[in-house]
């Protein structure tokens, strides 16, 4: 009895031991960066608006409306416009909704399907707030297939440029991602 007591305690140390351990966390995490284009008008949008409240077009935030997205994921910052750009890997395919009513605070859930590169055939799900005004925002990653099947992590999410005047809204997301031991 007192054997597989102290079995028992030995096995929890252990185990507690593993889960604090700084190098235990970091050992298989993979960082890379891709570039969002958002083109919201010109002859192929690649995010369009598909729903909103009757108060959305009065709301300073457009609280309530709902964006479906198909935009181009690259591996530079340059605007893409409706061509396929030569250096896309991917596409972030899904929807965002405008859901803060104090702030432009979107609701982001999407996929980044990788159809290039060193992860084609691979995608990684993406889910959390995404305040569009702040410098650097995060959200989780909680989930992938491929090279990334029960990946966990986050994103890193910073705004290049506007679109104010190219109609092209390019962001650059820092990918911190840890996928399941094959």
């Known amino acids: 009895m007192a054997s597989s007591k102290t079995?028992?305690?030995?096995?929890?140390?252990?185990?507690?031991?593993?889960?604090?351990s700084p190098a235990s966390a970091a050992d298989d995490l993979t960082k890379f960066k891709v570039y969002f284009h958002d083109v919201l008008a010109g002859k192929s949008p690649t995010a369009i608006r598909i729903a909103q409240a009757a108060s959305t077009n009065s709301s300073s935030t457009f609280f309530g409306a709902v964006v479906a997205i198909d935009d181009p994921l690259t591996t530079t910052p340059a605007v893409t416009g409706s061509a396929k750009s030569k250096d896309e890997?991917?596409?972030a395919q899904g929807s965002y909704t405008f859901a803060d009513q104090a702030t432009f605070g979107l609701l982001m859930n999407?996929?980044?399907v990788f159809t290039a590169g060193d992860y084609k055939g691979s995608s990684l799900t993406i889910y959390g707030r995404n305040e569009v005004l702040s410098a650097v925002r995060e959200m989780s990653i909680i989930g992938g297939t491929g090279k990334f099947r029960m990946a966990r992590g986050y994103v890193q999410a910073s705004t290049v440029d506007s679109g104010a005047k190219s109609g092209e809204t390019v962001v650059e997301y820092t990918v911190y991602v840890k996928a399941a031991a094959a």
């Open 7 to 20: 079995l028992l305690l030995v096995l929890c140390a252990a185990a507690a031991a593993a889960m604090l």
């Open 110 to 112: 999407m996929n980044f």
């Open 89 to 91: 890997v991917g596409r």
